[in-house]
């Protein structure tokens, strides 16, 4: 557990240290991925499946903000469409206008949710979405969840539409949209998955916020285990297409992803170092606001530089211990010279304390 | 000199105006009731639209089914339908609008107060410099003067 427990400081060390880096980099192999289930699920515009494209759009994405990445994946799908037909984008247009008018304008943070589902769906690992929304989100990313669906269906119906259009002779020629809004109507389906998300959020969250020990692993468990029941009965009871083995193998699998993201949570809400300018009547300020952090057990750095003063075994121990657990500039080296050495100085003053 | 103090407080006051505050301050300048009005009038203006847009859809799904029934349909009835129709979704929506927009502005209240009292405390500040200063150039200027004084 303590190797965990390391693992995890180190990851969110390593996020705070080259945040700058990281977190553009985390979004821009989010962004492709996404772009690439795009590609599997849709995949009919030439140009959007041009990889050449997906990197640049993703490279693009990596410096703008979540809302925009939302912005731009809706766009993609919306070319993906295009390339069907004028009138399978304009239903897919109408879509997302409704969905920004009745959704995003209250909780545009949580658009993402609607961007990935069909990466997870590619992924086979569908089952984890109540889950994960439950543990990450709450009940608030119920709606997206229910739009990211609609749309992953969408999808699906759009490319029987295609099949069928490749066969159909030009007589008897298919009025695309009416068939796909058709399809979705009466689509069983997507209803069962709806419903069942919809619960299994509900249930794991209810769960999972209450406060007695291992609240989390029941609460991950429970909604894996109503998650295959419900899939399965109601799958019998709406007589809609399930396969058993998916469900069983995606839910396990989605269980213990969570339990990793359960365990990693957290670490990317750390406070950043910012960096700003201001000024007064007599200056120009340009500060780097470094965040105060515990050290993990490894970084024993700071032990060396008081280690002179520190006379005797028993009192270096005890020196070392405290150092540890107090809150310190944990980017010591990255810091100008004079406050380096103030910092120093104020160790090396901890630690006399400690010998008096 | 530079008074560290006062850097602290004002690199605070930098971060929060650069990161959060860049919203909050937007809207904690209207008072609570006319922000959540402004919302709620917000969204109704955009629940019209999509009630708008789906009834459209409606039609056109069932484009076929309304041009037959075009001719012995009951107008009246039908518009009294959707107006009621209307009414209910306008309804919750504005339901969901006043809690929504009632909530965050609750909850930006904490930030924009601690906002506040970090720039009083720095006006604070530079009056306290402001009058020291008055109070030494005063007290040059006395001694100055004493000098003179002194050296007649």
Not at chain 2, 112 to 125: I, P, S
Request: aromatic share 12%.
């Amino acid at each position: 557990m303590t190797t965990l427990i390391n693992i995890r400081d180190s990851v969110k060390d390593f996020l705070t240290k080259y945040e700058k880096i990281a977190i553009p980099v985390l979004k821009f192999v989010g962004m492709f991925l996404v772009l690439m289930s795009y590609t599997n699920i849709m995949g009919y515009s030439t140009q959007m499946n041009n990889p050449a494209v997906k990197f640049i759009l993703s490279l693009i994405c990596a410096f703008l903000p979540m809302q925009i990445m939302v912005l731009v994946a809706g766009l993609v799908g919306l070319l993906h469409m295009y390339a069907v037909g004028i009138d399978i984008a304009a239903v897919y247009l109408v879509m997302f206008i409704l969905m920004y008018l009745l959704y995003v304008r209250f909780a545009p943070k949580h658009g993402w949710i609607i961007m990935i589902l069909p990466l997870l769906y590619m992924l086979k690992l569908h089952y984890m979405i109540p889950i994960m929304i439950s543990i990450f989100v709450g009940p608030v990313g119920i709606v997206p969840m229910i739009f990211g669906v609609i749309f992953y269906y969408f999808s699906l119906h759009v490319k029987e539409l295609v099949a069928l259009l490749a066969t159909a002779s030009e007589e008897n020629s298919i009025q695309g949209f009416s068939y796909v809004l058709n399809a979705m109507l009466s689509d069983k389906a997507m209803l069962l998955t709806i419903l069942v998300f919809v619960l299994v959020i509900a249930v794991t969250y209810i769960i999972y916020r209450q406060s007695f020990e291992y609240s989390w692993l029941i609460a991950i468990g429970t909604g894996t285990i109503l998650g295959i029941i419900l899939f399965l009965v109601g799958g019998i009871v709406l007589e809609a297409d399930v396969n058993i083995l998916v469900i069983f193998l995606g839910s396990i699998g989605g269980a213990v992803l969570a339990l990793i993201a359960q365990f990693f949570k957290g670490v990317l809400d750390y406070s950043r170092t910012e960096t700003v300018q201001f000024e007064d009547d007599e200056y120009y300020y340009y500060v780097k606001a470094v965040p105060k952090v515990k050290v993990s057990e490894q970084n024993v750095k700071v032990q060396k530089i008081s280690s002179k003063t520190v006379r005797n075994e028993a009192e270096k121990q005890a020196a070392a211990r405290r150092t540890a657990e107090q809150p310190i500039r944990r980017t010591v080296s990255e810091h100008p010279q004079p406050i380096r050495r103030s910092e120093a100085d104020r160790l090396r003053g901890d630690m006399n304390s400690v010998d008096r | 000199m530079v008074n560290e103090e006062k850097v602290k407080l004002m690199t605070k006051l930098a971060i929060y105006e650069n990161t959060k505050g860049k919203k909050q301050l937007n809207i904690s300048k209207y008072y609570k009731r006319d922000y959540v009005r402004f919302q709620m009038f917000k969204t109704a203006v955009s629940s019209t639209i999509a009630f708008m847009i789906l009834l459209f859809a409606y039609c056109m799904l069932n484009a076929e089914q309304l041009l037959l029934e075009l001719n012995d349909l009951d107008f009246l009835g039908v518009a009294a339908k959707v107006g009621v129709l209307y009414v209910v979704f306008l309804v919750i929506y504005m339901l969901v609008a006043w809690v929504v927009y009632a909530n965050k502005y609750e909850k930006i209240k904490p930030d924009v107060v601690m906002y506040n009292r970090n720039l009083k405390r720095l006006k604070e500040m530079y009056d306290r410099e402001e009058k020291e200063m008055k109070e030494k150039r005063a007290g040059r200027s006395v001694t100055t003067d004493n000098d003179n004084i002194d050296q007649y």
